[in-house]
């Protein structure tokens, strides 16, 4: 009389486990309440010694329009003026990175690429670096930067776009190994910049904006931001089943009616504007949307409707917290934001990378 074992088989032992997917709406739900309060610790938290009670009135003040005594001015400009727009703005930009990683990832078919893998955001270092230290585009004042950083962003995309084309369009190959090799030449060109430049405080704040700062956030820039990252974000969603339908190959793709050639030109203009207009107003701030991504996908799979539904508050979250380190951690004294995320990103990829059911570029 056979009998079954009760060990699995060689097969059964060696398949992963089925992994579990999250329902979305709760997720979306919880991580937005957790953004909420993310945004409030990061407006409440600081170098300046302020009360819970300050920090909600302040608040209260500039939501409402209310009034302040004058002797609370000082007080209040660092809470509405600096704080405020600042952790807006990383809300933004992490949310902003963490969807054009997804993107990316879909464009180049591959599990190790980040909207940086295109080459614009080195690109955009040049003209912010020019601004910087060489004070071009003075007579734009404030905006001097971002327009400068955008412009040679959009400059770079250019470049990359005229490179890697073919007559059968752009190829994840030939896109990653252009957008690598354009990194590498306006990266030589950036370090040449700092080296040249006779200002010590310039190529200081040039090497911090090379690494990511929010640190020159402004209500004046959080609007253009805001608007590039929900354009892109709203032309990712409405993609989502192109993006699932690229995701098992190009010949299951134009089988299935996707018009390959252009869903790849159209993942390319988002990614290359959406990266030019991040990192404009932030810098390079890596690793955000090379890990993003994955977690998103470990937690609710790799549909793309549901990862771009969970990946921009996750990275919304993630850049909040980060900045508020580098702000308090060393107080005064400013750390760049790049660094924190690649400090705490490495540790968290490879703990990722190691966890058992999950395969990286969408399996599990």
């Given amino acids: 009389m056979a009998t079954t074992s009760a060990h699995p088989t060689t097969d059964q032992a ?25 945004v409030l610790c990061g407006v409440g938290l600081g170098a300046a010694g302020l009360s819970w009670a300050e920090v909600l009135r ?43 990683g997804v ?14 893998v295109l080459g614009i955001s080195s690109g955009a270092a040049v003209g912010a670096n ?6 071009a585009l003075g007579a734009l ?3 001097a930067l971002s ?6 962003a959009l400059l770079a995309m250019a470049l990359v776009y005229a490179a890697a084309r073919t007559a059968h369009g752009l190829t994840p190959l030939r896109l990653v190994l252009t957008g690598t090799a354009m990194y590498y ?87 290359a504007a959406g990266t030019g207009a991040v990192v404009a107003v932030s810098g390079a701030i890596g690793f955000v949307g090379l890990m993003v991504p994955h977690v998103a996908r470990m937690l609710v799979g790799a549909d793309h409707r549901r990862v771009l539904a969970v990946a921009p508050l996750l ?16 107080a005064p004294v400013e750390l760049p934001v790049g660094v924190l995320t690649a400090v705490l990103g490495v540790p968290c990829f490879i703990l990722l990378m190691r966890r058992r059911g999950y395969t990286f570029g969408g399996g599990a």
């Fill in 185 to 271: 030449g306006f990266s030589a060109l950036t370090t040449l910049m700092v080296f040249t430049a006779d200002r010590g405080e310039a190529a200081r704040s040039a090497m911090m904006w090379l690494l990511g700062s929010l640190s020159g956030a402004g209500w004046g820039s959080l609007p253009v931001a805001a608007a590039a990252v929900a354009a892109g974000l709203a032309h990712l969603l409405l993609s989502a089943g192109r993006l699932n339908a690229l995701a098992m190959g190009d010949e299951t793709a134009a089988a299935l009616g996707v018009d390959v050639p252009r869903l790849r030109r159209e993942l390319f203009v988002v990614a």
């Fill in 147 to 152: 327009a400068a950083a955008f412009a040679s």
């Fill in 103 to 116: 993107a990316v990832q879909a464009l180049v078919r591959n599990a190790l690429a980040d909207p940086f």
């Fill in 315 to 330: 990275g919304a979250v993630l850049l909040v917290w980060v900045d508020l380190l580098s702000r308090v951690l060393l």
């Fill in 130 to 135: 020019a601004v910087l230290l060489f004070g």
């Fill in 141 to 143: 004042g404030v905006w």
């Fill in 58 to 100: 302040y608040l209260g003040a500039g939501l409402t329009g209310g009034t302040i005594s004058s002797d609370e001015v000082a007080a209040y400009t660092i809470v509405w003026e600096l704080r405020f727009p600042r952790v807006l703005l990383a809300a933004v930009v992490g949310a902003g990175l963490a969807a054009l």
């Fill in 14 to 38: 060696g398949a992963p486990p089925p992994a579990r997917r999250l329902p979305v709406p709760p997720l979306i739900a919880v991580l937005t309440a957790v953004l909420l309060g993310s």
